[in-house]
């Protein structure tokens, strides 16, 4: 049974996608379960570091205001570096309307943050925190649970996500959940694509950085008010692997999150299922939720986001292998 629509149309917005192979195997897993994907000049791309001239990424957004109807989504490639060099460029006002009243879906993390939260600022338009073609739709084993949760969170209204983590605060409380990459977050601060966003629910995840850094990064966020405006803060999955601080073998990312809360009137949670794994959930961004959090876990409830139709789209498709 088709999708009623059918396209997902390819942003590369940051990094080259170096391997051809896995390129390929993204767009084929994609078709098979159903997909028109479309764009895909923009993946093969490389220019420097990057997955084309500024301008051959700025024309992966730009270029949709001349078209007639709207894709059922955009799809970030991957990461990397680059998306905050094309911010200045986006026309915001007439796409983030466009889109908005297409429903179009909005996928990426990482790098793409960047994208996610100036489309946030500057024209109120929401995006998902989700898989993207080259890590997660190209991988040479796709995780099931990523899966599933791309579709449940898509297609279905009302998405909960729940972890069993313990949690120290007992709460229940709602507003717009928003943010994603805390490097990319805080780069934004003090300019016009940051979201200035009261009372609501800011996630933040990234990768590979040292315990200081981190702490770093949510200081500046701290210094700058944005913590304290927050009604509750999430922090994903820090894929911090094998990195011991150099200093105090101690100090960890755990350091980090007491020190926050110590500093914060507001319950901080952690455990989100998100971040630069594998198995990763799919969040919508810009979005109202509401949460519950105890000792025995977190759930987040999540609403008014797009949903497109799941006719034809199922787990079975999504995770057959490439031919190639």
């Not at 020190?259 to 507001?266: D, W």
Request: proline share 6%; with cysteine.
């Amino acid at each position: 049974m088709p999708l009623q629509n059918r396209e997902i149309s390819l942003l590369a917005c940051s990094g080259s996608l170096p391997s051809a192979t896995q390129r390929q195997h993204g767009v084929e897993r994609l078709q098979q379960a159903g997909f028109d994907v479309t764009n895909r000049q923009a993946i093969d791309r490389q220019y420097q570091r990057f997955a084309g001239t500024d301008q051959e990424r700025l024309q992966d957004l730009n270029q949709l205001i001349q078209r007639q109807d709207m894709p059922r989504m955009l799809l970030a490639g991957r990461g990397g570096y680059g998306a905050c060099r094309l911010l200045q460029d986006i026309d915001y006002q007439r796409l983030c309307p466009m889109l908005k009243e297409a429903g179009t879906q909005i996928m990426g993390y990482s790098d793409f943050t960047a994208i996610q939260l100036a489309l946030l600022a500057k024209g109120g338009l929401g995006s998902f925190a989700g898989p993207m073609l080259y890590s997660d739709f190209g991988g040479r084993k796709l995780s099931p649970m990523t899966m599933q949760h791309f579709i449940q969170a898509t297609t279905t209204e009302n998405w909960t996500v729940a972890t069993p983590t313990p949690q120290t605060s007992t709460a229940t409380g709602e507003g717009i959940f928003w943010g994603g990459n805390l490097s990319v977050l805080s780069s934004l601060v003090g300019s016009p694509y940051l979201p200035e966003i009261r009372g609501g629910l800011l996630f933040l995840e990234d990768v590979g950085e040292q315990p200081y850094r981190l702490e770093r990064m949510l200081q500046q966020l701290y210094l700058a008010g944005i913590l304290q405006q927050q009604k509750a803060i999430f922090f994903g999955d820090f894929a911090m692997g094998r990195i011991i601080d150099a200093y105090d073998a101690g100090y960890t990312l755990d350091t980090v999150i007491a020190q926050i809360r110590s500093q914060l009137k507001i319950p901080v949670f952690t455990g989100i299922p998100f971040g630069h794994i594998h198995d990763k959930t799919t969040l919508p961004l810009g979005y109202p939720a509401r949460f519950t959090a105890n000792e025995t876990g977190l759930t987040l409830t999540f609403s008014q986001y797009p949903i497109q139709p799941a006719a034809g789209l199922t787990l079975e498709r999504l995770l057959m292998e490439s031919p190639t």
